[in-house]
């Protein structure tokens, strides 16, 4: 079972051709040749999720210029320029200059090689796309900013460029929601964690995302409001039954069979969230609340996992230990239609050369290997409460960590790793853990994890994507290391 989107994926790219003028009356019909080169680009990328808009041929200065009113409309989360023949840099640094978005430089021609013994002018210039890229990007560097990548290849029967435009649209798409994200955060940090402190204005400044302070009350609002006996908690209580096992017990004394009260309360909370974030109109929360003992309160704070997994396999990251950071890394991961499951560094297997990486909740059930376990706790290690908990491994295969942390001078720095996962057996703890191997081994993998100064919590998706995150954080003008 795999669970639906809340919102689609979408993200906003732009793109416009550049030329030379002066081509245009030398060699009649190239221009129009052109820009079916251009339409074939804008075809590919259409299929990728993504809304483009056409800005059109730039073959002069004047027209560099006059675009940019309608480029800053655009609001684009990517550039693509298309390099469809030679053209001067004038068409270009205006363009560098102004743009806040990464600017990617397409470079692909019709023909996989010219016809030599027939070659023509005519032909040079249809497959002359790369000819002014080293052009463009030393003018990008007089403006004192980056081309983000240049894609060369072939237009047609070309996988890797393919793949390189796909990748920059699912970029797109992370920029999209992220620049516009509207994250609810709640309560406090656990006392003494002194990682999890995040400055709302620097997540502001960093991202373009905007942090609401939410209160808990406005979920007990909710909660309060539902009984066991209503329809929508039924439905939920069934969907929750459908989409979990509830086994019998391990090893665990604190670890139990799913009892009908805690099914319930799960069903209650996860009602309830479903209610506050569309009343909120919120695309992230994190959280961390304990209220008083055996208080309503505490029953509904302390029993968010399952509704938070449900929402976070939405596309709605959730986040527990008020971890705003790695809210922003679960979300990252899902728009690249990867997973993210907040996660942890968990005991070693000096045995089999891995390490387990999970937590208690929430986690991302579409990157699951096998039917999710659902339990009930006794209690909740190092934290009050009791109630449902989630357990299970992620998919094997390969696998992806991203840890946000933040450095001495407030910035925001990403430290990315790329692993296996593999299904080796877990505990029966109502907890998810998976077990994952790094290069070179796993001790030395962890040393240099730890002294890059992560965050201990990290997002954890399936498949090897180092490089792309690493992408997403130079166009955010974020540090970003690859251990």
């Known amino acids: 079972m795999q669970i639906s989107r809340r919102k689609p994926l979408t993200g906003k790219v732009a793109v416009l051709s550049v030329g030379l003028d002066t081509y245009w009356k030398q060699f009649p019909g190239l221009l129009d040749e052109l820009k079916e080169k251009t339409a074939s680009l804008i075809s590919k990328l259409g299929s990728h999720h993504v809304e483009v808009t056409d800005l059109g041929m730039i073959d002069n200065a ?40 990464p600017v990617v430089l397409v470079a692909l021609q019709p023909l996989k090689a010219m016809n030599y013994t027939r070659g023509t002018t005519y032909m040079q210039l249809c497959n002359d796309d790369f000819c002014s890229v080293p052009e463009f990007t030393g003018v990008a560097e007089r403006m004192g900013r980056k081309v983000a990548d240049v894609i060369i290849g072939s237009l047609e029967d070309d ?18 929601d992220l620049r516009r994200a509207r994250f609810g955060l709640m309560g ?41 006996g209503d329809t929508e908690v039924q439905v939920m209580s069934g969907r929750i039954l459908d989409f979990f096992d509830t086994p019998e017990p391990g090893a665990d004394a604190i670890a139990q069979k799913l009892t009908q009260k805690d099914l ?69 991961m ?23 990486v999970g ?14 376990v659902i339990r009930s706790l006794k209690k909740y290690h190092g934290k009050p409460g009791t109630g449902a908990g989630v357990e299970f491994s992620i998919q094997s295969g390969p696998i992806t960590l991203l840890s946000i942390g933040v450095k001495a001078d407030g910035k925001f720095k990403f430290i990315i790793a790329e692993g296996e996962a593999f299904d080796y057996p877990i505990p029966a703890t109502g907890n998810t853990n998976t077990h ?40 955010f003008d974020i540090e970003a290391v690859i251990v």
């Open 436 to 475: 994952g191997k790094f290069q070179p081994d796993i001790r030395t993998f962890l040393k240099k994890w730890s002294l890059e100064g992560p965050t201990h919590h990290f997002a954890l998706g399936i498949g090897h994507h180092a490089r792309t995150i690493q992408k997403i954080a130079e166009s």
């Open 359 to 372: 937590h208690d909740g929430p986690h991302h059930l579409n990157i699951a290997g096998q039917k999710p």
């Open 159 to 176: 996988p890797v460029a393919d793949e390189e435009l796909a990748v920059w649209c699912r970029i797109a798409c992370v920029r999209h």
């Open 188 to 228: 406090h940090v656990l006392d003494t964690m002194l990682d999890m402190q995040t400055d709302p204005t620097a997540v502001t400044a960093a991202f373009g995302a905007h942090v609401y302070p939410c209160e808990p009350d406005e979920i007990m609002k909710e909660y309060a409001a539902l009984s066991d």
């Open 62 to 101: 004047g027209k560099a210029y006059a675009v940019l009113p309608a480029l800053k409309a655009a609001d684009p989360d990517v550039l693509f320029v298309d390099m469809v023949t030679y053209a001067t840099s004038a068409t270009f640094a205006a363009v560098i200059r102004e743009i806040n978005c």
């Open 264 to 332: 319930l309360t799960a069903a209650r909370a996860a009602v309830a969230l479903e209610k506050f974030i569309l009343r909120r109109n919120l695309d992230g929360f994190a959280y961390y609340y304990e209220s008083s003992p055996d208080s309503a309160m505490r029953e509904l704070v302390t029993n968010f996992i399952v509704g938070n997994s449900l929402l976070t396999s939405a596309g709605f990251p959730m986040c527990g230990e008020f971890d705003i950071k790695t809210c922003i890394a679960m979300l990252i």
């Open 334 to 356: 899902d728009r690249l239609e990867i997973g993210g499951s907040f996660a942890e560094f968990h005991p070693i297997d000096f045995v089999r050369g891995t390490v387990l």
